[in-house]
């Protein structure tokens, strides 16, 4: 079964509008960690976000801000005003504290469109 | 920057011939992995380690071998490249302790078998 899950495939949104990325994941651990990461045109992966499972609280960054539900086991990414450089590939990851590995969800593709 | 490097960046082989990618870090880090990225799969884990000479199998791990003889050194080699190891592939590390410490990344290297 996937761990994580990222239903949206591809988004396209025009310039300055706000844009939100789901992710679910599923664990039997109480302790975990959840991640997001930017993967843009270029194709480095770029760390955004950690998130433990002990701290629901959301969190701002700017223009980004993240959403984590512990009743709904999400972790939702929204981008405000989105911008033409926030077009790229966007991975929800999730790591259990009874192991090494991350699970990764197949990515969500954002276009802006000026 | 976590200090990562992976070479060679691009690659073309043919099938049957043995490929080593290298993926190099210069910050002592204990843990490596080894990824893959596919179209509609994400990214999924091939092998890691976690100390010289001690590694472990990933979600996806046939075909492949990998040898870590010193900390900053993580060399994953395909055996008898195939078709289907056309990817892209990624190199992280992160820092020592349970699930949790976020995994940096290296640039990713592009292999196309042939």
């Known amino acids: 079964a996937q761990k994580v899950t990222q239903a949206q495939t591809e988004i396209s949104v025009v310039e300055k509008e706000d844009v939100t990325l789901d992710c679910v994941y599923e664990t039997r651990d109480t302790t975990y960690y959840l991640f997001w990461y930017k993967q843009p045109p270029s194709g480095e992966l770029v760390f955004l976000i950690r998130r433990n499972s002990f701290d629901e609280q959301n969190e701002i960054s700017g223009r980004y801000s993240w959403n984590f539900q512990k009743s709904t086991s999400s972790f939702n990414f929204t981008i405000t005003a989105s911008q033409v450089v926030d077009s790229a590939v966007y991975f929800c990851a999730l790591s259990e504290d009874s192991g090494n590995q991350f699970y990764f969800g197949t990515g969500t593709s954002l276009t802006v469109i000026p | 920057d976590a200090g990562i490097t992976q070479s060679p960046r691009h690659k073309v082989t043919e099938t049957g011939t043995p490929v080593t990618l290298r993926c190099h870090q210069t910050?002592?880090?204990?843990?490596m992995y080894w990824y893959r990225q596919d179209p509609g799969h994400g990214l999924r884990l091939i092998h890691y380690s976690y100390g010289v000479k001690d590694t472990d199998k990933g979600e996806v791990s046939d075909g492949y071998s990998v040898s870590r003889s010193k900390t900053e050194d993580f060399l994953l080699t395909l055996e008898s490249a195939t078709s289907s190891q056309t990817s892209v592939y990624f190199c992280?590390?992160?820092?020592?302790?349970?699930?949790?410490?976020?995994?940096?990344f290296g640039p990713g290297t592009r292999l196309l078998v042939l």
């Open positions: 910050e002592n880090h204990r843990y």
């Open positions: 992280a590390i992160s820092t020592p302790g349970t699930g949790g410490e976020t995994q940096y």
